[in-house]
């Protein structure tokens, strides 16, 4: 992750209230999750107000931008939440806890898990989706 990046979640951090829905909590354990997948490069398209998106990509790819694309939505910083999505081909979802959304991630056929509040599980989940999805990536 490059300087830029890390100052703008740094600047995200800083600004994250608190409102006891524990997203802030289950972005980071999903940030500091994607920093342990191998080979993997993570950019960070920050639109403050509207989203902070993280985009991991697998020194692999070549046909795909990313494998997955992890968003805190900020159109109302007071209660920001989380929607991480993936390419359907990259990743199964046996508890079928996602949406699927046709075209939903950037124009191809998604799974897109939101978090509006902490629960442990279910970052569990979506950080087994985040593991496959770069398995996937490398293959």
Same mark, same amino acid.
């Given at each position: 992750?490059?300087?830029? %990046?890390?100052?703008?979640?740094?600047?995200?951090?800083?600004?994250?209230?608190?409102?006891?829905?524990?997203?802030?909590? /289950?972005?980071?354990?999903?940030?500091?999750?994607?920093?342990?997948?191998?080979?993997?490069? &993570?950019?960070?398209?920050?639109?403050?107000? &509207?989203?902070?998106?993280?985009?991991?990509?697998?020194? @692999?790819?070549?046909?795909? /931008?990313?494998?997955?694309?992890?968003?805190?939505?900020?159109?109302?910083?007071?209660?920001?939440?989380?929607?991480?999505?993936?390419?359907?081909?990259?990743?199964?979802?046996?508890?079928? /806890?996602?949406?699927?959304?046709?075209?939903?991630?950037?124009?191809?056929?998604?799974?897109?898990?939101?978090?509006?509040?902490?629960?442990?599980?279910?970052?569990?989940?979506?950080?087994?989706?985040? @593991?496959?999805?770069? %398995?996937? %990536?490398? /293959?």
């Amino acid at each position: 992750m490059n300087e830029t %990046a890390i100052r703008e979640l740094d600047q995200l951090n800083d600004t994250w209230i608190d409102n006891g829905s524990g997203t802030e909590k /289950a972005f980071t354990q999903i940030l500091e999750h994607l920093k342990t997948l191998p080979d993997t490069d &993570i950019e960070l398209v920050a639109r403050p107000g &509207i989203s902070y998106s993280i985009r991991p990509k697998h020194a @692999s790819q070549t046909e795909r /931008a990313l494998f997955a694309m992890v968003d805190v939505i900020d159109d109302e910083p007071e209660e920001r939440w989380l929607s991480v999505c993936f390419y359907e081909d990259m990743i199964s979802d046996p508890e079928e /806890a996602g949406d699927l959304v046709p075209e939903g991630l950037l124009g191809s056929d998604g799974y897109c898990f939101d978090l509006y509040e902490y629960d442990q599980d279910e970052v569990n989940y979506i950080i087994q989706r985040l @593991s496959q999805a770069c %398995a996937s %990536a490398s /293959a």
